[in-house]
Each structure stands twice: as structure tokens, then as C-alpha cells.
């Protein structure tokens, strides 16, 4: 289990969610310095990711129609 943390750690929601369920299932965890949807799916990419939680504020950008040539992601 590889989890995206793109929620805030210094709020409980990215804290408990982000944090705590990925160390408690054993998993690892690649935090993300402030969130950029295009850094985002990038970065999913490149660490092939398993897990991402965030808003809905936070996915919408992430489902627009891309700038640029999307990153390679492959569903799990």
C-alpha cells in the first residue's frame, strides 16, 4: 500500500486519514508539499501509487481535462 498525502498534516482529517491508516496497515506513505494537480498525478505515477485521499475541491482539478501529456497511471 503506497498512499499519496496531499491532505494537510497539521489538520486532523490529513493527520488521522493520511498518517495513521497508512502506518497502521503497514504501508508507505509519500507526502506531498502543497498540493499542484499536475505535480499530484505525477507524482501517483512515479510511485505508483495505491491510495490518495483528499477533498472534493482537491479532485476536481485532478479530473479536469489535462495541459499537458498525462502521466502513465495504470489501475490497480
Given at each position: ?23 497502521a ?30 477533498s ?14 498525462p ?6
Amino acid at each position: 500500500e503506497r498512499t499519496l498525502g496531499v491532505l494537510p498534516i497539521c489538520h486532523t482529517w490529513g493527520l488521522c486519514i493520511s498518517i495513521n491508516s497508512t502506518f497502521a496497515t503497514g504501508g508507505t506513505l509519500v507526502l506531498v508539499r502543497r498540493f499542484d494537480p499536475e505535480e499530484t498525478l505525477a507524482l501517483a505515477a512515479r510511485h505508483r501509487a495505491t491510495g490518495l485521499y483528499g477533498s472534493a475541491t482537491m479532485f476536481h482539478p485532478l479530473l479536469d481535462p489535462p495541459r499537458a501529456e498525462p502521466p502513465a497511471l495504470r489501475p490497480v
